[in-house]
T-cell receptor
Framework: EDKVVQSPLSLVVHEGDTVTLNCSYE??????LLWYKQEKKAPTFLFML????IEKKSGRLSSILDKKELSSILNITATQTGDSAIYLC???????????FGQGTTLQVKP | EAGVVQSPRYKIIEKKQPVAFWCNPI?????LYWYRQNLGQGPELLIR????????DSQLPKDRFSAERLKGVDSTLKIQPAELGDSAVYLC?????????FGQGTRLTVV
């Protein structure tokens, strides 16, 4: 069964810290892995990682896909209070066409 | 480019009443998803459309939930009758090539 597991489930840091969020997956036919930031209601798209694009970076956020280990990390450097949110990892299965989400990591950045 | 549009943003109804949610996906996106998200959890897939065809509705509680996507564009999700446990955020997303973009969601409260 296709599955996505995120860790940790919650994290509290102080402004300026660097954080690493983890996502591991099991899938029969991997197509892409997506990261989202969810602040209030709607998840906001951050990155899409595929076999041909295993590393993405945007400002202080970066993400790497490790296809061998079936996992991905999301790094946030020099965290700010505005980074406080739930970070969701999702996997797109090429076989089923399903987009399956992990349970999310709740990040709180304290001043 | 307009994003995914959902309405209403909020809905409060009494149990046993019907309710409907509407979604307009990003233009050109053939894949449309409806997700339900409970507090502290990741989104859970209810139904996925490829154009006007529901290709995965295995998670949709068909005794009370129904969905349609006439002409392969807009979609509606209906609950009849609603139960207290249906209180959640209902998210619509559309996809083109392995990514997915979400609407603002509808927060449903059943009292």
């Amino acid at each position: 069964e296709d599955k996505v597991v995120q860790s940790p489930l919650s994290l509290v840091v102080h402004e300026g810290d660097t954080v690493t969020l983890n996502c591991s997956y099991e899938v029969t036919n991997f197509r892409s892995l997506l990261w989202y930031k969810q602040e209030k209601k709607a998840p906001t798209f951050l990155f899409m990682l595929t076999s041909s694009g295993i590393e993405k970076k945007s400002g202080r956020l970066s993400s790497i896909l490790d296809k061998k280990e079936l996992s991905s990390i999301l790094n946030i450097t020099a965290t700010q209070t505005g980074d406080s949110a739930i970070y969701l990892c999702a996997m797109y299965s090429g076989n089923t066409g399903k987009l399956i989400f992990g349970q999310g990591t709740t990040l709180q950045v304290k001043p | 480019e307009a994003g995914v549009v959902q309405s209403p943003r909020y809905k409060i109804i009494e149990k046993k009443q019907p309710v409907a949610f509407w979604c307009n996906p990003i233009s050109g996106h053939n894949t449309l998803y409806w997700y339900r998200q409970n507090l502290g959890q990741g989104p859970e897939l209810l139904i996925r459309y490829e154009n006007e065809e529901a290709v995965d509705d295995s998670q949709l509680p068909k005794d009370r939930f129904s969905a349609e996507r006439l002409k392969g564009v807009d979609s509606t999700l209906k609950i009849q009758p609603a139960e207290l446990g249906d209180s959640a955020v209902y998210l619509c997303a559309s996809s083109h090539q392995g990514d997915a973009f979400f609407g603002q969601g509808t927060r449903l409260t059943v009292v």
